[in-house]
């Protein structure tokens, strides 16, 4: 199954997870689940996202972004990321104003497994499709639905203490807390992706030796080839390969181009993970 099928399909899954969890939510007034729903609908966001960004991503460099368009992962990222932080200072404000007047049912519990279970079947597919393609892409979306799915089940925890709430020796809010919890979580995700592709926006020059005394060696199978300048760039989970090499001043358009095609399968061949690769000819 290509990558662009496994991504609308979990898509249109999580839009389904979180639009059972935002009417749960709603109708029975329980803000915990609230809170998941809207989570949920940022790892729906974050797959249309993947789909533009991936596209994007792969463009070839020119002389305007010589080192591709790889960037956009992070700017992405970065975007989900003061979403997702927005959503917090949504979700606290939610519990300051909510009448908390959650009553627990046994239609939630039901309803909520029936959630987990769509969720299980994204995991299972992004997890097989990101073994075999070896796609980092669909490795981190596997991560976000991993972490979506752990939520739900502390919501469903939580919802599970709320049946003996008033049995306990102290009334608490079993709600209020799950919902302040769930906003701490969210900040702490949103905070994390900030700084790290800010991180990635500003310093993305990677000294990785190991990558460069492979490719090195594999150039080494060109006897002819004299090379000026290789950089390694990390782009998000990718890395960029900016290859400068020396030609002859006669060399036709044609034998440059075999050329460069032989060398990016040779570069390509050394590491999944190097997929932007550009050379320049002096």
Request: glycine share 2%; with cysteine.
């Amino acid at each position: 199954m290509k990558e662009k099928k496994i991504i609308i399909i979990t898509a249109v899954l999580n839009a389904l997870v979180a639009s059972l969890k935002l009417i749960l939510g709603i109708t029975f007034s329980f803000s915990t689940l609230i809170a998941d729903s809207i989570q949920s609908f940022i790892d729906f966001f974050t797959d249309l996202i993947s789909m533009v960004t991936n596209r994007i991503g792969k463009r070839r460099a020119n002389k305007t972004y010589p080192f591709g368009y790889g960037q956009v992962y992070y700017l992405s990222n970065l975007l989900t990321g003061v979403l997702l932080f927005l959503i917090g200072i949504f979700i606290i404000y939610q519990v300051c104003t909510a009448e908390n007047k959650f009553t627990p049912n046994i239609t939630v519990l039901l309803m909520l497994i029936v959630v987990l279970a769509l969720k299980w079947i994204v995991i299972e597919l992004l997890q097989r499709y990101s073994k075999s393609s070896k796609n980092e892409l669909m490795v981190e979306s596997y991560r976000e639905s991993m972490a979506d799915f752990i939520s739900t089940c502390v919501v469903i925890v939580v919802l599970l203490f709320s049946f003996v709430e008033e049995y306990l020796p102290i009334h608490i809010n079993i709600d209020m807390i799950g919902s302040i919890c769930m906003a701490i979580y969210v900040f702490y995700t949103s905070i994390k992706m900030i700084i790290s592709n800010i991180q990635g926006i500003l310093i993305n020059d990677e000294h990785n030796d190991e990558i460069k005394e492979d490719i090195m060696k594999e150039l080494e199978h060109f006897k002819d080839l004299r090379i000026k300048n290789l950089r390694i760039i990390k782009i998000s989970y990718y890395y960029s390969v900016y290859l400068q090499i020396d030609v002859d001043d006669n060399i036709k358009i044609k034998d440059f181009l075999k050329i460069e095609k032989k060398i990016k399968q040779r570069i390509r061949s050394i590491n999944n993970l190097i997929k932007f690769i550009d050379v320049e000819p002096l």
